[in-house]
Each structure stands twice: as structure tokens, then as C-alpha cells.
């Protein structure tokens, strides 16, 4: 299995974004068994869709959280972070109109790839939120916190 089991390990001390966290893997698990299985894309579908759904509101969150972050010393891990969220997003896009994004020709090749990807923004949220929550950032509604952030252009957001 590709997919990675949830663990403690995984935990970052934040409530929503680790119960989000633990979601998508065991979503992400369920899809990877089933596409095993699959013949097509549009196999997939039922389950690509709760999974999608959470996926988007996830980033969009984490995003606005990690937007309160100093810019001047996260500012470029945090729009490679962003634009990492884009990929997923603009992939699960695709996959939800039934086809699989350009330059993967199976459904178990998008999905090592697509996985891989989704297990190093794990890996990198451990930074991150971590960051977040040793600065005291890790909740929304301090809006001064995040004035001086210029988001990184060309990204649109989550």
C-alpha cells in the first residue's frame, strides 16, 4: 500500500488540522483499495469526491492560517507549500471530470504520483504548523498578524 496509515507521529498538536489530516489518509487509503480494483477513473469517482471536498476546504484553511506567518522568514516555504495545494487541487480537478491529468497514462501511476505528493505536504505541514503553533499564530481572527504578508502572485488561492 502506498498510502500512508495514520500514526500519532503524523499528530501537530492542532485539533482541526490533524482530525483533517487523519481523514484524508484514511480517504486516500479507501481510494487507493479501490483503484486497485478499478478499470477507469470514473471507478473512483464516488469516493474521489468526499475526498476532494475535504481536500480543497483543508488547504484553504491551512492556507489562511499559514498566511499569518512572519513573511520575512516563511514567506517562500509557505507560497511553495501554497503552490503544492494548487497541484492537488488543480489534479483532483481533472479527476473529477473523469479523466486523469496530463503525462500520467493509468490510474495507479496518478495515484503513486498523486500520494507522493500528498505525503511530502504532510511531512512539510510538520514545520509549518509546527512553526505556527511555537509563534502563537495557530488560530484564525488576529487580523494584525497578518497584514504585512504579500501573497505570492501567480497562486490562486485555495
Keep these: 500500500m502506498r498510502t500512508l496509515a495514520w500514526s500519532e507521529h503524523f499528530a501537530l498538536g492542532h485539533e482541526r488540522i490533524d482530525r483533517e ?79 486523469l491529468p496530463t503525462g500520467f497514462e493509468s490510474l495507479p501511476a496518478f495515484l503513486d504520483a498523486y500520494f507522493e505528493l500528498m505525503h511530502d505536504l504532510l511531512v512539510d505541514d510538520t514545520e509549518l504548523v509546527g512553526s505556527l503553533i511555537r509563534e502563537g499564530y495557530h488560530r484564525l481572527g488576529t487580523p494584525e498578524a497578518s497584514q504585512s504578508w504579500l501573497p505570492f502572485r501567480g497562486a490562486s488561492p485555495v
Excluded at 24 to 32: D, G, Q, V
Excluded at 91 to 96: G, L, N, S, Y
Aim: proline fraction near 3%; include cysteine.
Design 21 to 99: 489530516h487523519r481523514r484524508l489518509l484514511e480517504l486516500s487509503a479507501r481510494i487507493e483499495a479501490e483503484a486497485e480494483r478499478a478499470a477507469s477513473v470514473e471507478d473512483i469517482l464516488p469516493l474521489c469526491r468526499d475526498f476532494f471536498r475535504l481536500l480543497v476546504a483543508h488547504c484553504f484553511y491551512e492556507e489562511q492560517l499559514l498566511r499569518k506567518l512572519p513573511r520575512d522568514r516563511f514567506g517562500d516555504h509557505v507560497d511553495e507549500h501554497c503552490r503544492g495545494h494548487a497541484r492537488l487541487i488543480k489534479q483532483a480537478q481533472t479527476v473529477m471530470t473523469g479523466h
